[in-house]
């Protein structure tokens, strides 16, 4: 006698947020990857992030996107990163990784000369104009990891 044939269940994965608040999204590149970043994210900043993907999408129609080091990255393909997007418990955390050079320069300081942040809390109002600005400011500039000539 045969036994009895088991049946496959297939489990959904619990997304992971890790101890400081950021999914923890494998590495990959394109849009699915950052989806799923955005969809992992809890609470409020879930809202949040999808407000900042559509803004950015919006500002630079042909972005390249990817998840790196558990966080979404923003780039113009052949120029590099030029933004990415972080969770901690509290608060999102864009950084502008040539940040320096944007007018008006975003508040956030860095150990980094050239990147500066923007931390968004969430009672906080989301300036979508200014935070378009940048973004296309940032959007002309030499990204992060960009390939070399």
């Known amino acids: 006698m045969k036994p009895a044939a088991k049946t496959k269940r297939k489990r959904r994965k ?9 999914p923890r999204i494998a590495k990959a590149g394109g849009d699915a990857a950052v989806q799923a970043y955005i969809a992992a994210l809890p609470g409020w900043k879930r809202d949040r992030g999808k407000r900042l993907d559509a803004l950015i999408e919006r500002t630079v129609p042909h972005v390249s996107k990817a998840v790196k080091w558990n966080s ?9 990163w030029f ?27 860095s150990k980094s000369k050239d990147t500066r942040y923007i931390d968004i809390h969430q009672d ?9 600005s940048w973004v296309k400011q940032a959007a002309a500039l030499p990204g992060f990891l960009a390939p070399k000539p």
């Open 83 to 109: 933004l990415g997007l972080h969770a901690f418990t509290r608060y999102l955390k864009l950084a502008f990784f040539r940040g320096a050079s944007l007018r008006p320069v975003p508040p956030g300081a």
């Open 124 to 132: 906080d109002a989301l300036d979508e104009a200014q935070i378009a």
């Open 72 to 80: 979404p990255f923003y780039g113009i393909e052949g120029q590099g």
């Open 14 to 22: 619990a997304s992971i947020v890790l101890s400081g608040g950021n």
